[in-house]
C-alpha cells in the first residue's frame, strides 16, 4: 500500500474524483477526500459501515462506486448526532447498529437514481461474498452476523441474496426468525425515519449481543464446535465510536508504527487547516506563456547546460540502477544453473559441449516514480536559470533511463 509521501498526481486526481461524487450524491460541498480518508472540511468523517471502510478501495473486489455513492448516501439520510447518541456501548452491539443504519438509508435510495442503487447493492453482496470468503461460516459468531446483515439486507431492500449465501444462512435464519422476524417487519416499516427506527435496531443489537454473551445457548444450530477456539473470533474489523477519532489503517504510514506515532500523525491532521481555496489556481505554462518567452527560455537553458561537462550515459545507467529493480524476461542458455530438460538429448547426439543449462535473463525495470516540486516564488528568481537547467537534465536522464518524472512548481 501507498504512503502518503507516495502518492502520485494520479492518486490525488483520483481522491479529488471519489470527494466529488460523495459530495453530488450528499449535497455536502464540504465533503473532500485526502491520503483515502473522507473529511467535511477539517473533520475527519469515521465511524463508517465495515463495508465502507476506506482501505477497502485497495481490494480488488470492492465496487469504489458501491463505496462512494453508500457514504453519500449516509450523509445525506443519516443524523450523525442522533445515531451516536443512540450507540450501544458494547463492541458487538455498536457494530450491529452501524450496519443496520447503513443498510437503511441505502434501502431509502431514491427510485429516480437507479446507477446508484445498482452500485450500492453490488458492493454490499461483493462484501459478505468475501466475508464469507475468508472464513465467514467458519466460526459461530460469523455466521450469526451473516445472517442478521443478509437476512435484513435483503427485506430492506426487497432482494434475494445469492444462492449460496442464501443456502448458508437457511438453518439458522429460520431458527432465529421467532425473535427476529418482528423486529425485521419493523426495520423495514420504520425505515424512511430515523428516530423511529432506532428502536427496532437497538433491539436487533441488543438481542445478537445477548446470543454473544450466553454462547448462543438457545440456539444449538449456530453453536458449533470449533477445533481452533480462534475462529470463534468475528472477522469484522470494529472499534467503538469513541475510539475511532481517526483510524489508522494499511494506506496509512504508521500503520505498523507505536502509539505514540498515531497520536503525533492524528495531531498533524488536527493542525493542518486549508483556511481559504478561493484564490488557488493550477496552469501549464506551456498553455500560458507566450511562444516566443518559451524560445527564449529553452535557449537559455540549453546554453547554460552546455556548459557543464555533464556525462550523460553514467548518470543514466547509475539512476536506471537506482530507481529500477531487475526482473526476469526469460532464460538464457548456460553452462550452469537449471537444467534445460527440452535439451537433454543433444548430450548424446552431438559430439562437441553443448550448454545444456539455462538460467534466468533479468533486466532492469523501473519500480518508482521521481516528483520535483519547485518553489517558484520571488525570493527563489536569481537561482532560476541554475535551477530549471538541471531539472532540465534531470528529466533528461530520467526519460532516457524510462523512469517516470514530474515537474511541479508552487508559489
Given at each position: 500500500?501507498?504512503?502518503?509521501?507516495?502518492?502520485?498526481?494520479?492518486?490525488?486526481?483520483?481522491?479529488?474524483?471519489?470527494?466529488?461524487?460523495v459530495?453530488?450524491?450528499?449535497?455536502n460541498?464540504?465533503?473532500n477526500?485526502?491520503?483515502?480518508n473522507?473529511?467535511?472540511?477539517?473533520?475527519?468523517?469515521?465511524?463508517l459501515?465495515?463495508?465502507?471502510?476506506?482501505?477497502?478501495?485497495?481490494?480488488?473486489w470492492?465496487?469504489?462506486?458501491?463505496?462512494?455513492?453508500g457514504?453519500g448516501l449516509?450523509?445525506?439520510?443519516?443524523?450523525?448526532?442522533?445515531?451516536?447518541?443512540?450507540?450501544?456501548n458494547?463492541?458487538?452491539?455498536?457494530l450491529?447498529?452501524?450496519v443496520?443504519?447503513?443498510?437503511?438509508?441505502?434501502?431509502?435510495?431514491?427510485?429516480?437514481?437507479?446507477?446508484?442503487?445498482?452500485?450500492?447493492?453490488?458492493?454490499?453482496?461483493?462484501?459478505?461474498?468475501e466475508?464469507?470468503?475468508?472464513?465467514?461460516?467458519?466460526?459461530?459468531?460469523?455466521?450469526?452476523l451473516?445472517?442478521?446483515?443478509?437476512?435484513?439486507w435483503?427485506?430492506l431492500?426487497?432482494?434475494?441474496?445469492?444462492?449460496?449465501?442464501q443456502?448458508?444462512?437457511?438453518?439458522?435464519?429460520?431458527?432465529?426468525?421467532q425473535?427476529?422476524?418482528?423486529l425485521?417487519?419493523?426495520?423495514?416499516?420504520?425505515?424512511f425515519?430515523?428516530e423511529?427506527?432506532?428502536?427496532?435496531?437497538?433491539?436487533?443489537?441488543?438481542?445478537?449481543?445477548?446470543?454473544?454473551?450466553?454462547?448462543?445457548?438457545?440456539?444449538p444450530?449456530?453453536?458449533?464446535?470449533?477445533r481452533?477456539s480462534?475462529?470463534n473470533?468475528f472477522?469484522?474489523?470494529w472499534?467503538f465510536?469513541?475510539?475511532?477519532?481517526?483510524?489508522?489503517?494499511?494506506?496509512?504510514?504508521?500503520?505498523?508504527?507505536?502509539?505514540?506515532?498515531?497520536?503525533?500523525?492524528?495531531?498533524?491532521?488536527?493542525?493542518y487547516?486549508?483556511?481559504?481555496?478561493?484564490?488557488?489556481?493550477?496552469i501549464?505554462?506551456?498553455?500560458?506563456?507566450?511562444?516566443?518567452?518559451?524560445i527564449?527560455?529553452r535557449?537559455?537553458?540549453?546554453?547554460?547546460?552546455?556548459?557543464?561537462?555533464?556525462?550523460?550515459?553514467?548518470f543514466i545507467?547509475?539512476?536506471?540502477a537506482?530507481?529500477?529493480?531487475?526482473v526476469?524476461?526469460?532464460?538464457?542458455?548456460?553452462?550452469?544453473?537449471?537444467?534445460?530438460?527440452?535439451?537433454?538429448?543433444?548430450?548424446?547426439?552431438s559430439?562437441?559441449?553443448?550448454?545444456?543449462h539455462?538460467k534466468?535473463?533479468?533486466?532492469p525495470k523501473?519500480?518508482?516514480?521521481v516528483?520535483?516540486?519547485?518553489?517558484?516564488?520571488?525570493?527563489?528568481?536569481?537561482?532560476?536559470?541554475?535551477?530549471?537547467?538541471?531539472?532540465?537534465?534531470?528529466?533528461?536522464i530520467?526519460d532516457?533511463?524510462?523512469?517516470?518524472?514530474?515537474?511541479?512548481?508552487?508559489t
Open positions: 500500500h501507498q504512503t502518503l509521501q507516495s502518492f502520485s498526481s494520479e492518486d490525488m486526481l483520483l481522491q479529488e474524483r471519489y470527494g466529488a461524487i459530495r453530488s450524491i450528499s449535497g460541498a464540504r465533503i477526500m485526502r491520503d483515502w473522507f473529511f467535511e472540511g477539517d473533520e475527519f468523517v469515521g465511524q459501515a465495515p463495508h465502507l471502510n476506506p482501505t477497502l478501495f485497495f481490494e480488488p470492492a465496487d469504489h462506486r458501491g463505496m462512494l455513492d457514504l449516509r450523509l445525506a439520510y443519516s443524523d450523525p448526532a442522533l445515531h451516536r447518541s443512540s450507540q450501544p458494547d463492541l458487538m452491539g455498536s450491529v447498529f452501524e443496520l443504519e447503513q443498510i437503511r438509508v441505502e434501502s431509502i435510495c431514491p427510485t429516480s437514481m437507479s446507477g446508484t442503487k445498482k452500485n450500492i447493492q453490488n458492493h454490499f453482496i461483493a462484501w459478505l461474498n466475508f464469507m470468503a475468508k472464513g465467514g461460516t467458519e466460526g459461530s459468531i460469523n455466521l450469526l451473516l445472517a442478521i446483515f443478509g437476512g435484513t435483503s427485506r431492500n426487497n432482494a434475494a441474496l445469492p444462492q449460496l449465501m443456502d448458508t444462512i437457511e438453518i439458522p435464519r429460520s431458527e432465529l426468525y425473535s427476529t422476524g418482528p425485521l417487519e419493523m426495520l423495514k416499516r420504520t425505515r425515519k430515523q423511529e427506527f432506532i428502536k427496532p435496531a437497538l433491539e436487533m443489537a441488543q438481542f445478537v449481543s445477548n446470543l454473544v454473551t450466553k454462547e448462543y445457548q438457545d440456539v444450530s449456530i453453536r458449533i464446535k470449533r481452533n480462534s475462529k473470533q472477522q469484522i474489523p472499534e465510536s469513541d475510539q475511532q477519532k481517526h483510524p489508522v489503517a494499511e494506506n496509512s504510514p504508521f500503520a505498523n508504527g507505536s502509539a505514540m506515532q498515531r497520536e503525533v500523525y492524528e495531531q498533524a491532521l488536527s493542525r487547516r486549508i483556511f481559504d481555496t478561493a484564490f488557488d489556481i493550477e501549464k505554462p506551456l498553455e500560458t506563456i507566450r511562444m516566443a518567452q518559451l527564449s527560455f535557449e537559455e537553458i540549453d546554453e547554460k547546460i552546455s556548459s557543464w561537462p555533464i556525462p550523460w550515459s553514467r545507467k547509475t539512476y536506471s537506482l530507481f529500477s529493480a531487475p526476469n524476461h526469460g532464460f538464457e542458455s548456460s553452462e550452469e544453473g537449471l537444467l534445460n530438460r527440452k535439451l537433454l538429448s543433444r548430450v548424446i547426439t559430439k562437441s559441449a553443448v550448454a545444456i539455462q534466468e535473463y533479468l533486466l523501473p519500480d518508482s516514480t516528483t520535483f516540486l519547485i518553489d517558484c516564488s520571488g525570493s527563489m528568481k536569481e537561482n532560476r536559470l541554475a535551477m530549471a537547467a538541471w531539472i532540465d537534465v534531470m528529466v533528461r530520467l532516457k533511463a524510462n523512469i517516470p518524472c514530474e515537474v511541479l512548481g508552487y
